[in-house]
C-alpha cells in the first residue's frame, strides 16, 4: 500500500533536504571545534529535522531549537490543507502525504494515519541516530581510519568540497560504506529480532 512513496526516483528528491540538515549539523559542529561534544544529541536531532521533512513535509528546525517538540495533529491538518490548495510539488511529496491520499480514498481514518506517523517518525529518527551515533564513535576510535574515509570523501567532492552529495557520488564512496556496515555489524540499532516457528521445520540431512 505504501510502496509507492519508498520508490527511488521519490528518494532522490530528499536528497537536497538530508544535504541541507548535513550542512547545518556541520556548521554548528564547527562552532564547537576544540571541545568536548557528546555526538549523540547532536546527531539525534539532525535525523529528526530529516525524517519531519522527509516524512511530515514539516521543516521542525530542532538542531537550532532543540526543545521544540513537533505536534502531530497540527503537523496532519497543515498537510492536509497544503494538500488541498494543491501546494505540494509531486516530486517532494512526503509520506504523510500519500498517508493522507490513501485517506481521501477511504483505505485510512484519522486513527490510522496517526499511528503510522508514530511509527515512523520514531522508527526513522530512533533507529537512524542510534546508529550514526555509533558510527561516529568508531571513528573517532579510529583515528586511521577516520582519516582514510575523510580522505575519500574529499577525492569525491573533488574541488568543491561544500557542494550537495549526489547518488554518485555516494556509490563511489565504497571505503566510507565499509566503515557504516562495520560499525552497524558492531553495534546493531536493533540488536536482534526474535522469531518462533508457527509450524514443524523439516531440515536437510
Not at 544529541?41 to 521542525?60: F, N, Y
Not at 531549537?65 to 511529496?93: C, F, M, W
Not at 555516494?170 to 526474535?194: D, H, N, T, W
Request: charged share 30%; proline share 4%.
Amino acid at each position: 500500500m505504501l510502496t509507492p512513496t519508498f520508490h527511488f526516483s521519490m528518494l532522490d528528491g530528499y536528497l537536497a533536504i538530508m544535504n541541507r540538515h548535513a550542512k547545518i549539523c556541520t556548521e554548528l559542529l564547527e562552532d564547537r571545534a576544540g571541545t568536548k561534544v557528546d555526538m549523540y544529541p547532536v546527531v539525534k536531532m539532525c535525523a529528526l529535522d530529516i525524517i519531519c521533512e522527509t516524512a511530515m513535509g514539516k521543516e521542525l528546525d530542532s538542531q537550532r531549537h532543540a526543545n521544540q517538540p513537533y505536534v502531530e495533529a497540527i503537523v496532519i491538518d497543515e498537510r492536509t490543507e497544503a494538500l488541498k490548495r494543491g501546494e505540494v510539488e509531486s516530486n517532494k511529496r512526503a509520506f504523510l502525504d500519500l498517508l493522507l491520499e490513501l485517506k481521501e480514498q477511504h483505505s485510512l481514518n484519522d486513527e490510522d494515519i496517526r499511528e503510522e506517523v508514530d511509527t515512523f517518525m520514531f522508527e526513522g529518527h530512533d533507529t537512524t541516530s542510534s546508529g550514526m551515533g555509533w558510527i561516529v564513535w568508531c571513528l573517532a576510535c579510529n583515528p586511521d581510519i577516520q582519516e582514510r574515509a575523510y580522505e575519500e570523501v574529499m577525492k569525491v567532492l573533488g574541488d568543491d568540497p561544500d557542494r550537495d552529495l549526489t547518488r554518485e557520488d555516494m556509490g563511489q564512496l565504497i571505503y566510507l560504506e565499509r566503515c557504516i556496515k562495520e560499525s552497524m555489524r558492531l553495534y546493531p540499532p536493533v540488536p536482534f529480532a526474535s522469531r518462533q516457528l508457527q509450524n514443524d521445520l523439516q531440515c536437510d540431512d
